[in-house]
């Protein structure tokens, strides 16, 4: 008995188990059930050039009331009129992702409607990006080398749309080998900058190594980001936002 009462709570819990991962694993809602706006969260993001407007792309993710990421052949994307790609990718685990996507599409009145026509044939806007205004990199006054000894500037002026400067280091690492020749790097998120379309920035020399690195390479991302108009009527946790950006990189010794 004592034996038929352990099989028995195995055989329960091996039941469980395959009801969860049949739970987890069940797909998003056929496509012929999302019958409207309401029924979707979507996820929208965009790149722009900051050197050329049309060279751009947007990726769109659409999800289910349940969270659960669908598309089909029958629900179709469009920006500004063009019909994006639809594209089923085989991912990790037996699980999939699907992903609406769409490069090189020419502005309307400074902007890109993304709209979407479900199964039944109902259409419906889902946002209005901003485009990026664009800009050159001439404008970004640098000196290309850096120095470990001496504070190190950057200044820029007429960037426009850029309102974020992300600063990246890559540091060498010092090994306990003193014979070795392996140089290992690692790169490293140093600041996040709220900035305008002129401006400078300075890192004082103090920040540059610490014990056991050394800085080799300061990036910085003259990035603008923007957010768009979303259809209100879209599930909560729905975005929309674009950037592009201009890189620049500092060597120092």
Same mark, same amino acid.
């Given at each position: 008995?004592?034996?038929?009462?352990?099989?028995?709570?195995?055989?329960?819990?091996?039941?469980?188990?395959?009801?969860?991962?049949?739970?987890?694993?069940?797909?998003?809602?056929?496509?012929?059930?999302?019958?409207?706006?309401?029924?979707?969260?979507?996820?929208?993001?965009?790149?722009?050039?900051?050197?050329?407007?049309?060279?751009?792309?947007?990726?769109?993710?659409?999800?289910?009331?349940?969270?659960?990421?669908?598309?089909?052949?029958?629900?179709?994307?469009?920006?500004?009129?063009?019909?994006?790609?639809?594209?089923?990718?085989?991912?990790?685990?037996?699980?999939?992702?699907?992903?609406?996507?769409?490069?090189?599409?020419?502005?309307?009145?400074?902007?890109?409607?993304?709209?979407?026509?479900?199964?039944?044939?109902? +259409?419906?806007?889902?946002? /209005?990006?901003?485009? *990026? &205004?664009? #800009? !050159? =990199? @001439?404008?970004?006054? %640098?000196?290309? $080398?850096?120095?470990?000894?001496?504070?190190?500037?950057?200044?820029?002026?007429?960037?426009?749309?850029?309102?974020?400067?992300?600063?990246?280091?890559?540091?060498?690492?010092?090994?306990?080998?003193?014979?070795?020749?392996?140089?290992?790097?690692?790169?490293?998120?140093?600041?996040?900058?709220?900035?305008?379309?002129?401006?400078?920035?300075?890192?004082?020399?103090?920040?540059?190594?610490?014990?056991?690195?050394?800085?080799?390479?300061?990036?910085?991302?003259?990035?603008?980001? +923007?957010?768009?108009?979303? /259809?209100?009527?879209? *599930? &909560?946790? #729905? !975005? =929309? @936002?674009?950037?592009? %950006?201009?890189? $620049?990189?500092?060597?120092?010794?």
């Amino acid at each position: 008995m004592k034996n038929y009462g352990y099989v028995k709570t195995k055989l329960y819990m091996l039941l469980c188990c395959i009801y969860f991962l049949l739970s987890s694993c069940s797909g998003p809602a056929p496509a012929s059930k999302i019958k409207d706006i309401s029924d979707i969260k979507a996820e929208i993001d965009a790149y722009q050039s900051l050197t050329d407007e049309n060279d751009n792309s947007v990726s769109v993710i659409l999800y289910d009331k349940k969270g659960k990421e669908f598309g089909n052949d029958s629900v179709q994307v469009s920006v500004n009129g063009k019909k994006a790609e639809y594209k089923v990718i085989q991912s990790l685990y037996y699980s999939k992702n699907y992903n609406y996507r769409i490069d090189d599409v020419p502005q309307k009145n400074g902007s890109y409607n993304i709209h979407i026509q479900l199964s039944n044939g109902k +259409k419906f806007l889902l946002s /209005n990006l901003p485009s *990026l &205004k664009t #800009s !050159s =990199s @001439k404008n970004i006054i %640098y000196n290309k $080398e850096g120095f470990l000894n001496q504070d190190y500037s950057i200044q820029w002026s007429e960037l426009h749309d850029v309102n974020v400067l992300y600063v990246t280091k890559s540091v060498k690492i010092e090994t306990k080998e003193k014979d070795s020749n392996i140089q290992t790097f690692m790169e490293q998120n140093s600041d996040t900058v709220k900035i305008g379309p002129s401006g400078n920035y300075t890192i004082k020399k103090e920040r540059f190594s610490k014990p056991g690195e050394m800085l080799s390479i300061l990036g910085f991302q003259f990035t603008a980001e +923007k957010t768009g108009t979303l /259809n209100p009527n879209l *599930l &909560k946790g #729905s !975005s =929309s @936002k674009i950037r592009g %950006y201009h890189e $620049e990189r500092v060597n120092f010794k």
